[in-house]
């Protein structure tokens, strides 16, 4: 059985990464700071809290089990608060991913999966979004998931550390066996907050624009399963098990949803009213954001299995009703 280290196994997609892999004969390792992530969120394999900053602890645990590849969702993924608050971001999405990196070349562990994002191109110019598109993004958040991805290039170059970098569109939607789930303090994102409307926890969903040239004026997204970005890592990180080469992909169904049409969706599959109201742009919003996954589909064989909005709400729904209160529930 391989022993893969999950970084930020404790976090929304960690914790499915973690559970997804011990599905398919793989170890995970969960080392997570619990800044953001959750104890109650790791529920498969060896757990280490701690920092990737924390070099002494890296090298135990490297030499305590042999590791075949490294998973990185160990990063601060808010837009808006990158915008104020961006030494936060360099310091722990940069500077402590390479104090990271660094411990990997010491050790010789040569495979390196990093969550990217489609936050590295930016305003889109031209839509689906393919890989090649320029890259120019727009917040610092955006700019140090950039950076890493150049950091990866020039250390696959100088020293053979092979990496993956999958960059996702909307992650959404919750464990189809209900056990894990999003639980982000605060929330910002769109669905757990229609979600949370429909549970009483707010008196309503902001809408935050509609005036966007969009069919019906909010801005459209393309939602993926959490489940099948676990798979489409499982892919990647059996690409470089076997030796082929890494590269950047795009994770997403090459479908948009409007803000409006997505609390359409959460009203028919909760059965609630839930009341939204249309209130100032959000700053830094794109208008439409879709991806072009052709390259994970031909290079990984990648299929999402749940592309469709009704069941990445459905599993988010059946989660956030069984634990109201996240993981505190
Ligand atoms: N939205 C609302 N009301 C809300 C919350 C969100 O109208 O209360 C809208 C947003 O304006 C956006 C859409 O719903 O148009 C989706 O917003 P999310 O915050 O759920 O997601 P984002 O598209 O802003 O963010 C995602 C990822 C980020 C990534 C970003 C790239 O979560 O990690 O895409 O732009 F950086």
């Known amino acids: ?7 930020g196994g404790a976090g929304y997609i960690g914790s499915h990464m973690a559970k997804y892999l011990s599905t398919k004969d793989y170890m995970p390792i969960v080392l997570d700071n619990l800044v953001c992530g959750h104890r109650g969120a790791v529920k498969y394999g060896p757990f280490f ?3 990737i900053s924390d070099s002494n602890l890296l090298q135990k645990i490297f ?3 042999p590791i075949s590849a490294v998973m990185h969702f160990a990063a601060f993924c808010y837009v808006g608060e990158s915008v104020k608050e961006p030494a936060k971001y360099y310091r722990n999405n940069v500077a402590d991913t390479l104090a990271l990196l660094e411990v990997m070349v010491e050790k010789n562990i040569g495979n390196f999966i990093f969550s990217s994002s489609c936050a590295v191109y930016g305003e889109p110019v031209e839509i689906p979004i393919t890989e090649d598109h320029p890259k120019r993004p727009i917040s610092p958040y955006g700019r140090t998931k950039l950076v890493v991805e150049q950091i990866l290039d020039d250390f ?3 020293y053979g550390l092979e990496s993956i970098c ?15 789930g999003e639980d982000h303090n605060p929330e910002t994102h769109l669905i757990p907050l229609v979600l949370k409307t429909a549970l009483g926890q707010q008196p309503r969903v902001d809408i935050f624009g509609d005036d966007y040239p969009t069919p019906d004026g909010t801005c459209v997204r393309d939602y993926i399963h959490i489940e099948d970005l676990a798979r489409a890592h499982l892919l990647a990180l059996e690409r470089l098990l076997t030796c082929l080469p890494g590269g950047a992909y795009n994770l997403g169904n090459a479908e948009g949803y409007s803000v409006k049409q997505v609390i359409e969706v959460c009203r028919r599959i909760t059965g609630k009213e839930i009341p939204a109201s249309v209130v100032e742009r959000r700053s830094g919003d794109p208008a439409v954001l879709v991806s072009s996954s052709e390259k994970a589909m031909r290079d990984l064989g990648w299929k999402p299995q749940f592309p469709d909005l009704e069941t990445i709400v459905e599993t988010a729904w059946t989660w956030h009703k069984n634990n109201p209160n996240g993981y505190d529930t």
Do not use: T
């Open 1 to 7: 059985m391989k022993n893969i280290l999950i970084v």
């Open 49 to 51: 809290e701690g920092s």
């Open 63 to 65: 030499s305590d089990y």
């Open 156 to 158: 696959r170059e100088a």
């Open 166 to 180: 999958l960059r996702y569109f909307n992650a959404a939607g919750a464990d189809p066996d209900g056990e894990l």
